[in-house]
């Protein structure tokens, strides 16, 4: 019961890692909250369900059109939402209530033009078990964990390798030092928004075919947020942890007290670390910087 | 029809309460709270347990509404104030209390969980909001020009300064909050004697979203435009009905393009007034909309 508690809680930590790293690394770059990240993976996931059921696209691909295309609207999302307040050097509070606009935008779009139905993704994958040494597992959680973990380590091989990674650490840390050594910070930033677009994708597939696809379902990005908070706001190993953390800690509360509980006990986490410990486990930052 | 337009009055000035409110917790510190709605739900649940479950009067059972409301505010607002967390754990903070709130009444036995409170009494007429919104805006316009008041700007332009100039900056937040969580309550707790039904799904982000909106897009620092901004919020939607779903597509479009074209509000600082109706007139006697046109 313990280890079967603890892996089911690794396989929802491991989709919340993955929000909670793409959260993050924008909140890393820009120092916003960007609220409208729930809506990409919504969309993400229903861009992935129309090419897998409407365009018999095999599953592997309809997964890369949902990442590229997740991408793809994380950018514009940026370039035609944030980019002007970027260039005013606008304060954190004005990009985060566009990022609300962009995230109400998004979300009735979504309502007014395909509607309210839930869809369901084809039972295949979520029909499966596998089971080892006593401990059972849906096929589809096993991907999660697998495919959250190879997602995650490749993110981190990019930053740590990659000339535009290098640029997207060192714009982290100072943007305008980093201006100043001839880092096109624009495109640094659009960059950043792919990936966090990409992982958007990933994550709106898993939360698809693990749940249902329909428009509110960006609202499991709080979730993602909570799980930012534990790792430290900004800090994406921080993400990676905190989001584990979350979810195993979530299973256990329903598994060993209610599921109607599991809820207030996440919020109410949030609210207690900020008060605790409101660097998070890896965070910098605390108070507001002048 | 004239019900429906006093109807929709009522919920205009309603939401006027909860927005003035708000406009004076975050138009004048800048802290940007996205849980409002639990305070307007914890207003509307006690008053309307009150009158519901005990028979207790609708006066004090409002009263009873906005102390727990700006009780709550002082219980929320102590800890996270006191710490001074950045504006973005602040707002995700709220975030998380609001859905703590909202959760929490689903599940308790006494709000009698998703099912919510049907028939509770009928009390809120058009006269008494009436009233309650003229003193609210009294009040907060009095609280804006008061010693509080400026001390509450000089903290929103630049907190650090603020406090070398000697202003206790968790004092300042603290008094804007309390009073915003006070009618949010208040706005609560007339909404639920006037709807007389009320359940948690009202009070979700949504809720929230809509009366920070407001807020921004009214202008902050400004006590009538927010306002006017909640009157719009409210009654263009119920006028447009028939294009219920883009109404809100509408509305997310609206908040991005005051962001990105003007970041300072519809009415920015200003407060619209008898003068800048008459300076407005002479400047633009083409823009013969009033204290708008600007």
Not at chain 1, 156 to 164: C, E, I, P, V
Request: hydrophobic residues 55%; glycine residues 12%; charged residues 10%.
């Amino acid at each position: 019961m313990f280890i079967q508690t603890l892996v089911t809680g690794l396989a929802i930590g491991g989709i919340y890692a993955l929000m909670a790293v793409g959260y993050s690394l924008v909140f890393s770059i820009l120092n916003f909250s960007n609220f409208a990240y729930g809506s990409i993976i919504m969309l993400g996931a229903y861009i992935g369900y129309y090419v897998l059921m409407h365009m018999g696209v095999p599953l592997a691909l309809s997964v890369l059109i949902s990442i590229v295309g997740a991408a793809l609207l994380c950018f514009a999302n940026e370039r035609l939402a944030y980019s002007t307040l970027r260039k005013r050097n606008a304060s954190s509070l004005y990009f985060m209530i566009s990022a609300m606009g962009t995230s109400i935008f998004l979300e009735n779009l979504v309502y007014a033009t395909i509607g309210s139905r839930f869809y369901a993704f084809p039972e295949v994958l979520t029909q499966q078990n596998v089971s080892f040494g006593g401990v059972s597992l849906g096929l589809l959680d096993v991907f999660a964990i697998v495919f959250s973990a190879v997602a995650i380590y490749g993110l981190h091989y990019f930053l740590q390798n990659s000339k535009t990674g290098i640029a997207i650490r060192a714009a982290s840390y100072d943007m305008q030092v980093c201006q100043l050594n001839g880092v096109n910070v624009n495109k640094v930033i659009g960059w950043v928004f792919l990936l966090a677009g990409a992982l958007a994708g990933i994550s709106g597939m898993f939360l698809g075919m693990k749940y249902m696809v329909y428009p509110t379902m960006g609202w499991i990005t709080n979730k993602a947020y909570i799980a930012a908070v534990i790792g430290g706001l900004g800090s994406l190993p921080g993400a990676v942890v905190g989001g584990l953390i979350l979810g195993v800690l979530e299973t256990f509360v329903s598994a060993y007290v209610s599921s109607v509980v599991r809820d207030v006990f996440s919020f109410s986490l949030l609210v207690i670390l900020l008060l605790v410990l409101p660097t998070g486990l890896f965070g910098k930052f605390l108070e507001e910087k002048v | 029809m004239l019900e429906y337009v006093s109807g929709i009055i009522t919920f205009s000035l309603i939401y006027v309460i909860a927005t003035v409110g708000l406009a004076v917790f975050t138009g004048f510190t800048g802290l940007f709270s996205l849980g409002h709605a639990a305070f307007f739900a914890i207003g509307a649940y006690t008053a309307g347990i009150l009158t519901y479950f005990y028979d207790v009067n609708f006066w004090a059972a409002l009263a009873a509404g906005v102390a727990v409301s700006s009780l709550v505010g002082v219980l929320i607002g102590y800890p996270t104030l006191r710490a001074k967390l950045r504006s973005d754990y602040f707002a995700i903070a709220t975030l998380g209390f609001g859905e703590a709130v909202r959760v929490l009444l689903e599940n308790l036995d006494i709000t009698q969980g998703a099912r919510g409170l049907p028939g509770i009494a009928s009390e809120t007429t058009l006269p008494i909001v009436i009233v309650f919104t003229v003193l609210v805006l009294w009040v907060a316009r009095n609280f804006v020009h008061s010693r509080y008041g400026r001390a509450a700007i000089a903290v929103r332009e630049d907190f650090v300064a603020a406090e070398m100039m000697g202003i206790n900056l968790f004092q300042v937040r603290m008094r804007s909050l309390v009073f915003s969580a006070g009618c949010a309550g208040l706005a609560g707790g007339l909404f639920a004697h006037y709807v007389s039904f009320i359940q948690p799904g009202m009070f979700t982000a949504a809720l929230s979203t809509q009366l920070t909106a407001s807020v921004v897009a009214g202008g902050m620092g400004s006590i009538t435009g927010p306002t006017v901004a909640a009157v719009l919020f409210v009654a263009v939607p119920e006028a447009l009905r028939m294009a219920s779903m883009w109404r809100l597509v509408a509305y997310g479009f609206l908040l991005v393009a005051i962001m990105v074209f003007r970041p300072q509000g519809l009415f920015g600082f200003r407060e619209i007034s008898w003068q800048s109706c008459v300076r407005c007139f002479r400047k633009k006697p083409a823009a013969a909309g009033g204290g708008a046109g600007q």
